[in-house]
């Protein structure tokens, strides 16, 4: 069955592009990971409604997916690692990054004969920094060259309340 073009809204997407250590303020790994992502993608596609008990269940009952994408190449190159913005429109920068955080992640994708259909589970991302938070930046010259810039991040009360946050790079 062939999705219908005017049931499909656009969403986006971004693959899993690789991991890089984190480190603290001393330059020791941390042993955890940043995940890398590339750059969101726009997609249109045929996106369930938020799941509810009277729909079908193609994945079986303790999947713990939300919605489903369904999409009418089945060779289309989505994984688990797959991150999406659906309810989200992500601020597409110059080079074509984000900073908006992602809204969903797939779940499993079931490819059939025409289509593909791939459970998606909505996930909460913290976008404000966290007291003692080590982040890595990469800064991608466009060229293919990738710097990294490690910054930490401190949290600091004047006893008024008011909340001041500085940075410094590691």
Request: cysteine-free; charged content about 20%.
């Amino acid at each position: 069955m062939r999705t219908l073009a005017r049931n499909k809204i656009r969403i986006y997407y971004a693959n899993y592009r690789g991991k890089i250590p984190i480190v603290d303020e001393y330059g020791n790994r941390t042993g955890e990971y940043k995940i890398l992502y590339h750059n969101p993608i726009p997609l249109m596609a045929n996106v369930s409604a938020v799941r509810g008990e009277s729909t079908t269940q193609p994945f079986g009952e303790d999947e713990g997916y939300d919605r489903i994408i369904v999409l009418d190449n089945p060779r289309f190159p989505i994984s688990v690692t797959s991150i999406l913005w659906i309810d989200a429109v992500p601020e597409i920068a110059e080079g074509g990054s984000t900073s908006t955080p992602h809204d969903y992640i797939v779940k499993r994708v079931a490819p059939g004969l025409n289509s593909v259909s791939i459970a998606v589970s909505r996930v909460s991302i913290n976008p404000y920094p966290q007291p003692g938070d080590v982040y890595t930046d990469l800064i991608d010259d466009g060229k293919g060259n990738v710097s990294i810039l490690s910054n930490v991040i401190a949290l600091s009360d004047d006893g008024v309340g008011n909340v001041n946050i500085s940075t410094g790079v590691v």
